[in-house]
């Protein structure tokens, strides 16, 4: 049985903090960059940028986020459908591409983030 319902804003707030902090970090920063990124987006309904810390896993220009607790999560969602543009920082770098997010039969969402060619 998964988690339902929303996590809470400030216990969420504590973490992205912490995370990102360790992101910056000059002793861990890089080792944590590896596996974390922060991904920027336009909210859907809203129309405000968002920024939010995540896991990653990248093969070439195809990263892939693996969504935890998607169901106690709303950010995936504006990739739904047709997707949407995102930035995220790779290689020190920031990178735009084209997101979506699938949900699978067993309720795992991952969202694929196909990034544009550097110009």
């Known amino acids: 049985m998964g988690y339902r319902g929303p996590l809470p804003k400030n216990a969420v707030d504590r973490v992205n ?3 990102g902090t360790l ?3 000059p002793r861990w920063g890089r080792l944590v960059r590896r596996h974390l990124t922060q991904v920027t987006y336009t909210g859907r309904r809203s129309g405000r940028t968002v920024s939010t810390p995540v896991g990653y896993r990248r093969a070439g220009d195809v990263v892939t986020i693996g969504v935890r607790l998607p ?3 709303n950010w995936w969602r504006n990739f ?3 997707g949407a543009p995102l930035s995220l920082e790779l290689d020190d770098t920031e990178r ?3 997101a979506t997010a699938h ?3 067993k309720g ?3 969202v694929t983030v196909r990034l544009e060619k550097d110009a």
Do not use: L, M, N
């Open 17 to 19: 903090t912490c995370v």
């Open 23 to 25: 992101r910056t970090s």
């Open 71 to 73: 169901d106690a999560k």
């Open 80 to 82: 739904t459908g047709e």
């Open 96 to 98: 735009t591409g084209h």
């Open 103 to 105: 949900r699978d039969a």
């Open 108 to 110: 795992r969402v991952t």
